[in-house]
């Protein structure tokens, strides 16, 4: 394969500006709509929120340090796109009190301590909150304390 020439090169530069420039705009554009939170685009809340889960679930998966780092940031850019187009992430901590309203307990583990009854365990997967609206409840694993 023969070298590239100085113009060529030239070319390509030129070509990538001009992504790079339509790029900007279009992400303005984006940024300038997202300010009108009083009505959020559900579908595409929705649609970002998949993509999220599924970049978390690829950084926890990842075979690399490097590859953890690129799927973690782009969840996180992810995350920060949500909440500029009016949505919330909803991520319970363990210990919190499992409600139906934010949550779906997608797991059942019992437990001996009467005060962890219905108290998350892990956090499967995070839900969506749109406009204080639960738009995909948080999948979660949930103490249940049986007495003997």
Known sequence: MPEPTLTELADKLDDLARLLT???GMLGA????GADTARPDLPLLVELHALHTGAVQCAASARTRRERAAFTAMGAGLDRLLAGRGGRM????VGDAFSAASMEAAEVIDADDPDQDRRVARLLEPGLDVAGRSVR???VAVYRHRPH
Request: charged share 30%.
């Open 137 to 139: 409840p948080a999948r």
């Open 22 to 24: 339509r790029q900007t």
């Open 90 to 93: 909803v991520a319970p901590a």
């Open 30 to 33: 984006l940024t300038e709509r």
